[in-house]
């Protein structure tokens, strides 16, 4: 019986770390910025080059590999039930500006090295196994994240919205994905949705972006639920004006209103009463932006998540009635408020969360279950399979800077666990 052969030999379960470790190298040499750092920025030629880097890969493996048009990549393994619907894992590879080189490439990389693990043991899987690789789980280039998990979910809304959506220099979103080889001519991005059921189930692995799983000396952090974000985009106009000429009582000065926002944001946020609310302003710009000229335009984006979604949604509420007191007590018009995003937390199913579990142990993996604070490409893979995460420690917590690092034992004993949690969801 398949099952049995499985349990009985994974000591013989081999990760080949040498060539995953060149790699995630070689992966992060496809940047805009220079080492360690890393820039990988959606349909840029870096993005493309870095594409076919893991679809070159995929084929390496013997996975059949087809894209949609928005530059999801699947590789697909087929089982010998492939009528079934199959196991699919994956994350992402695009990178924020100045970030290191693990965050969401592990996922990949590492389901593909999972794949060969198991391939190499000589596993036949029952159901079909699949990684996907998603288009743009950051924000970076059109203002929304998780772009290509939130269409796979169907989410017409936001297909509807990318036919207009530009990006800060105004190119547009289809050219951009064209320009990448995506998006045929008939600008149907509904051929991306796929139905709910398509996958029996969905596992990503990641580095934790937290110290927790280091600080405890913990191999395996077995996700059990995912913090809920919202991104908000505020922008203010005043009249500016000349930096010497105009006297302070009669400025209306859009950076200071930007200025107190943030400080607001950062009051209401700790007004919460609880440690797992946040709130980052991680863009805020002035307009003209010379030194001798008062601001007349200030562009601020906001983050905020909790795992709790009705405290973040309160705390969303508070900076809309700041940002409107704000703008009256200065004289300025709060010309934009715009929530991008405000998702719903997800929870992972019980069935993976078991399955991670049982792999830790038969592999001797000591774990421990966590929330995951970061958002992934899982939050809206939830949404039309069952979900579940693997995270692996990775150094002081550290992500979206160019420190990030995980040890390539962390991250080999993560492709055990995910090959082995793989090999009994194909099972089942
Ligand atoms: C994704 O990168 C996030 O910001 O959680
Ligand atoms: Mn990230
Ligand atoms: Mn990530
Ligand atoms: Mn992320």
């Not at 084929?59 to 990549?73: F, M, W």
């Amino acid at each position: 019986e398949p099952h049995s052969f499985i349990q009985n030999s994974f000591s013989s379960l081999s990760v080949e770390m040498e060539s995953l470790q060149k790699q995630i190298d070689e992966l992060a040499s496809f940047s805009d910025t220079p080492a360690p750092s890393v820039t990988r920025i959606l349909y840029t030629e870096k993005d493309v080059l870095a594409r076919r880097y893991i679809k070159n890969l995929m084929g390496l493996s013997g996975l059949s590999v087809r894209e949609d048009a928005v530059g999801n990549i699947f590789g697909r393994w087929d089982g010998y039930e492939p009528e079934l619907s199959a196991v699919a894992t994956g994350s992402h590879i695009d990178a924020i500006p100045y970030s290191g080189k693990y965050d969401g490439v592990v996922g990949v990389l590492g389901a593909i090295e999972a794949i060969n693990v198991l391939m190499r043991f000589g596993f036949k899987p029952r159901r079909s196994l699949e990684i996907i690789l998603f288009t743009s789980e950051e924000p970076t280039r059109f203002g929304i994240s998780c772009l290509g998990s939130r269409l796979l979910a169907g989410i017409e809304v936001l297909a509807k919205a990318l036919k207009t959506t530009v990006d800060a220099k105004n190119g547009s979103f289809l050219d951009a994905a064209r320009s990448a080889g995506y998006v045929k001519d008939d600008n149907d991005l509904s051929s991306v949705f796929i139905k709910k059921g398509s996958y029996s189930a969905f596992v990503e692995l990641h580095i934790e972006q937290g110290p927790i799983l280091e600080e405890e000396g913990i191999s395996i952090g077995i996700v059990t639920a995912i913090a809920a974000p919202a991104s908000i985009k505020v922008e203010f106009e005043g009249n500016g004006g000349h930096a010497g000429a105009v006297l302070m009582p009669n400025r209306n000065d859009a950076g200071l209103a930007a200025a107190e926002l943030a400080l607001a944001v950062e009051k209401h946020v700790l007004e919460s009463g609880s440690v797992d609310t946040v709130g980052t302003v991680g863009i805020l710009e002035l307009h003209p932006g010379a030194i001798n000229s008062i601001p007349s335009k200030s562009h601020l984006e906001i983050d905020t998540r909790d795992i709790d979604e009705d405290r973040r949604n309160t705390v969303i509420e508070n900076i809309r009635q700041s940002a409107i007191r704000i703008a009256k007590g200065r004289g300025v018009r709060l010309f934009e408020f715009n929530v991008i995003n405000q998702d719903p937390p997800a929870l992972a199913e019980k069935a993976i969360i078991k399955a991670v579990e049982a792999a830790s142990k038969e592999l001797n993996l000591t774990h421990k279950f966590m929330i995951s604070r970061a958002y992934h490409d899982s939050l809206f893979m939830a949404r039309v399979s069952p979900m579940g995460m693997i995270f692996i420690p990775c150094y002081k917590g550290y992500s979206h800077k160019p420190e990030e690092y995980a040890s390539i034992e962390d991250i080999a004993n993560g492709v055990k666990v995910l090959a082995v949690t793989l090999a009994k969801l194909s099972l089942t």
